[in-house]
């Protein structure tokens, strides 16, 4: 019976600093990279950063999403989409901001006004780069 006392006290001891941690994360600066098409994988990759905002405060994060190539098709096809509208919306209202290649609105020959809720201020001129610059100023790359 000591023997299993003792496990249980080293695996309680064990889990004590993670519960602890997980409540300290510093302020973080993330920049998500969608290019593909499946939506099952976006949707996936929303759920991602909605779990990421609720484990930090608001003002603890700052994401930013660049979305190229298939995935502008998520964009597009939103116009007439009230889920997806809602899921953007949203993502929105957290802060979180969404960078849309200009390259791809070009290459799909497209304007802003062909993307739901997509404006100037949101295009860039080329995802990668965009991504580059973000983190050269410090946003940490992921992509679900």
Not at 62 to 84: C, M, N, Q, R, W
Request: with cysteine; net charge negative; aromatic share 10%.
């Amino acid at each position: 019976m000591t023997h299993y006392r003792f496990l249980l006290t080293a695996c309680l001891l064990l889990c004590l600093p993670t519960a602890c941690w997980a409540d300290t994360y510093a302020p973080q600066k993330v920049v998500y990279h969608i290019n593909y098409a499946d939506e099952s994988r976006i949707n996936s990759t929303f759920t991602n950063i909605n779990n990421h905002i609720e484990a930090l405060d608001e003002d603890q994060l700052d994401i930013k999403v660049v979305i190229h190539g298939p995935s502008l098709e998520y964009f597009i096809s939103a116009t007439a989409d009230s889920t997806k509208q809602i899921t953007l919306d949203n993502l929105k209202l957290l802060d979180v901001q969404f960078l849309i290649c200009g390259n791809t609105i070009a290459a799909y020959r497209l304007t802003v006004d062909d993307l739901y809720d997509v404006a100037e201020e949101d295009v860039v001129k080329a995802g990668l780069p965009a991504i580059v610059a973000l983190q050269q100023q410090g946003y940490i790359y992921l992509r679900p």
